[in-house]
């Protein structure tokens, strides 16, 4: 358990020390997760103290953004000033993004399925008729 | 005054920070089930305007509060590395789905901009939000370094990331639905590159694939994004 909070711990430092020495702002902890990724791609599945980490920390995620998220609130002076335009940037945008990226991967994938699965379909067409 | 000194200290302790933190999640908690798990009654979101309503009232600063609820907002590292483990579980299936990957971030990243910094500009936004909005979907750590480079207020991007991140894990598997996404592939994706942790974390409740496809989306969107807005501000400095 202890060494899979540190094994945690070494892949964000080292993320956070990667990320800076990028001299572009990159996530440390997205690199961080690469990392433990690529040292944990040698096992079938992950190591039994990592899995549990997660599973307890994971489905709990959403509660780590609250004390951040609880700070919009000190920031309505600035966003009313201009609220309209940010709540639609925020709003609309993501909302946009969203449903575009969704859309074209559904059709992307429906249409790598149908490639896929054309094979079997018209052996079993085939079967059918005979 | 000793007694006034007492009590701001109680304000920025652990005990009240993330006392408060974890007594608003639980309100928000069993409000969401009382609403029957509407989206619009979502349990993060409550649980942000409870304590701001909270903080708000006791006159406490968010700067103080932060103090002490930050044994809960250091978490959020570790629980970004820790996505490589639901990845891993659904290694294969990623590994076949690279293509559809790559084009979701290059689709998502794009619309997303485009769409952010269209609205915002449509309805008359100054420069200065327009800089402050363009790393939005980016993880808030990394987007703080871009509107740092910037030259915008970070504790403003804070803000707009956290917003960003609560439309996407609020109405994310809603709008994705109404799409026509049925594939849980394109759900993860999308919310992940468009929310980031917010949206990752909301689904990962959805179900393992699309928890798995949110993260990587998220990964792979956040470095993107942060990479080009990061040269971008280097290079027409």
Redesign the interface.
Known sequence: MLEAVLRVTFWLAAGEAAARLAGVPLPGSVLGLLGLYADMARHKAPPEPLARLADGLLPNMAILFVPAGAGVIAHTDIIRAEGLPILGAVIGGTLIGIAVTAATVERLAAWEHQRTALPTAKKGEAHGHV | MSENLSFSSLAMSPLF?VGL??G??VVGVKLQLLCRGHMLAN???I???T???F??MLGI??EA??IG??P??I???????????????Q?ALIRSSR??II??VM??VA???T????????????NA?LLA?AP???????A???A??LGS?P??T???V????????V??PW??K??????E???G???G???H??G???A??ISPVA?AFA?IG??IG??VT??LL??LA?FTR
């Open positions: 920070g933190t974890l608003a999640y349990s993060t979101m649980a942000m305007a304590v701001g309503l903080l708000t600063s968010h509060y932060m609820a930050s809960i907002h978490l959020l590292g570790p629980a970004v590395v820790l996505l490589a483990v639901p990845l891993l579980r290694a293509i559809l084009i979701a689709v998502g619309s997303g901009l769409a952010g910094l269209g609205i915002a500009w449509l309805l008359g936004a100054s939000t909005l939005k979907s980016v993880t808030a750590g990394a703080i370094g871009v740092e480079l207020l504790s403003f804070t803000a707009l956290v917003m960003t991140g609560l439309v996407g894990a109405a994310g709008i994705a109404l799409s026509g996404a049925r594939d592939r394109a759900i994706l999308a919310m590159i468009a929310s942790g917010q990752t974390a909301r990962l409740r928890g993260g998220m990964a956040s470095v942060a990479g990061g040269c280097v």
